[in-house]
Antibody, heavy 124, light 106 residues
């Protein structure tokens, strides 16, 4: 059974850095894409990016590339989402999710399993 | 940028059929997926590859696609189906979500 355990909620100030985590179990971590989805308060789902831990191939949403870094550590089956400089507009719930079946970019692939989410609040 | 357009809200009476649409110029170039998100919970996949149901999803959920519009149909809607629903597709290398539809069962 796929399980995703996300790190706890964070309250940070603008300009600070942050890394949140998502520890996966129940499947071969290096063999499935894992990604991040943002949901701002009262808003919809927004895809941020995904990583293939097997070779660290990483794809980002064009609207978010350069603002965050996605990484993964196979040794601890954990994916990370990192900000160097937080902004108030980064306040959101962040979900990690696993793509259960092979992705065919531009054609098929989706998040079959979702974590519980990490709430990030950025406020001065 | 590629946009998937959903109605902001849909209302249905218990036991009736709810249809939630998702449209885009290039819909059909990739598969469409549907998620249910109840308040305070993580999204749950209810339809994959246009019209397939994951295990554990009730048969009253179905998906279809016609031209540039995908439709999520909930037959015999129950109060517990009240939630936000999101469609998802691909645009080149980017995964895209629709804006979401709030389904009210009243």
């Amino acid at each position: 059974e796929v399980q995703l355990v996300q790190s706890g909620g964070e309250v940070k100030k603008p300009g600070e850095s942050l890394r949140i985590s998502c520890q996966a179990s129940g499947y071969t971590f290096s063999a499935k894409w894992i990604g991040w989805v943002r949901q701002k308060p009262g808003k919809g789902l927004e895809w941020m990016g995904i990583i293939y831990p097997g070779d660290s191939d990483t794809r980002y949403s064009p609207s978010l590339e350069g603002q965050v870094t996605i990484s993964a550590d196979k040794s601890i089956t954990t994916a990370f989402l990192h900000w160097k400089t937080l902004k108030a507009s980064d306040t959101a719930m962040y979900y990690c999710a696993v793509v259960g079946h092979p992705i065919n970019f531009g054609v098929s692939g989706t998040f079959d399993f979702w974590g519980p989410g990490t709430q990030v609040t950025v406020s001065s | 940028s590629y946009e998937l357009t959903q109605p902001p809200s849909v209302s249905v009476s218990p036991g009736q059929t709810a249809n939630i649409t998702c449209s885009a110029d290039k819909l059909g170039d990739s598969f469409t997926y549907w998620f249910q998100q109840r308040p305070g919970q993580s999204p749950v996949l209810v339809i994959f590859q246009d019209n397939k149901r994951p295990s554990g999803i009730p048969e009253r959920f179905s998906g279809s696609i016609s031209g540039k519009t995908a439709t999520l149909t909930i037959t015999g809607t129950q109060p517990l189906d009240e939630a936000d629903y999101y469609c998802q597709a691909w645009d080149s290398n980017s995964l895209v979500f629709g804006g979401g539809t709030k389904l009210t069962v009243l």
